[in-house]
């Protein structure tokens, strides 16, 4: 059983804030009390509601009551939904096919996504409306995840994340098959939706070659305001900077135009500074 806030951006699992479930109007195991905030700051962490041990064959009434403790946000707010999900198990690895197959962002989206998170224009109505603007010139970004502290294979965050960062997709589906938190390991939401983002899988395969090439790359980059990166070398020592090649609102991919001397014959984009292939559109 699942319960929404019909006021909340994502609308993120959540029941009311005081009450109780009813399953099949019996007041006895089939009743479950919603837990009271740890206090009116903190905000409260709702876990799915299983009920597949107290439903029964048939018809089943589940009823959830709201509480009135105090009339602070009790009245005027409109209301929440509940609904059933019929589930059955499926094992991580079909999960993570079924979303290389099914759920990659779409491109103009992803790409619209890192430019709204610097500031830049925003399409009125697109699913990245939602994403905050920040004040700044520029960005980290682990190319590592967080967890496993290897390489980004499938980079992936949840529907509702507004950051840049993505964590390894086969190792949060196996990670959260195995625990069942469902949480984005950077903002805490509840990430049960997860899609894969294709600008930030562009930047991984536009690393790939530097890194088969030069020796002791670090994990962390630096991208800037017009998209532009920067990559280090044995912990903070600069290799690296590659230019967003950005045409009619499409990235045509990275150019590098400044890189250490002493490896820049070795970088496989520096002769001719060529561009890479792969093209992530905003049309």
């Known amino acids: ?12 699992h959540c029941f009311p804030k005081f009450g109780f479930c009813q399953i099949n109007e ?5 009743e479950f009390k919603i837990p009271d905030p740890p206090n009116h700051e903190k905000k409260r962490k709702d876990e799915i509601y299983d009920i597949t041990s107290i439903s029964t064959q048939g018809r089943n009434l589940v009823n959830i009551f709201q509480t009135q403790k105090d009339h602070k946000g009790f009245y005027g707010h409109p209301g929440h939904i509940i609904a059933i999900f019929l589930v059955k198990i499926i094992q991580p690895h079909d999960i993570v096919n079924f979303i290389k197959s099914h759920r990659t962002e779409d491109l103009a989206t992803s790409l619209q996504r890192y430019r709204s998170f610097f500031g830049g224009t925003q399409n009125n109505g697109s699913e990245v409306a939602m994403i905050e603007n920040h004040e700044t010139e520029q960005v980290t970004i682990n190319l590592a995840d ?20 993505c964590f390894d997709l086969e190792t949060y589906i196996t990670l ?17 939706y997860v899609m894969i983002d294709p600008f930030f899988l562009h930047i991984l395969d536009q690393m790939k070659p ?11 980059i630096t991208m800037f305001k017009n998209l532009s990166i920067t990559f280090t070398q044995d912990n903070g020592k600069f290799q690296g900077k590659y230019e967003a090649v950005i045409e009619d609102n499409t990235c045509k991919g990275y150019q590098l135009i400044q890189s250490n001397s002493q490896e820049k014959k070795d970088s496989p984009t520096s002769a001719g500074a060529d561009q890479a292939s792969t093209e992530v559109s905003n049309n």
Request: hydrophobic letters at 30%; a positive charge; proline letters at 5%.
């Open 176 to 192: 959260n098959a195995k625990h069942k938190r469902w949480l984005c390991p950077f903002c805490n939401k509840r990430s049960s």
């Open 210 to 220: 530097l890194r088969d090439k030069v020796k002791k790359i670090d994990d962390k």
């Open 146 to 165: 967080s967890i496993t502290m290897l390489p980004i294979n499938v980079p992936a965050r949840g529907e509702i994340c507004s950051h840049l960062q």
């Open 26 to 30: 019996t007041r006895n195991q089939q």
């Open 1 to 12: 059983m699942r319960c929404i806030r019909l006021d909340g951006i994502g609308y993120e």
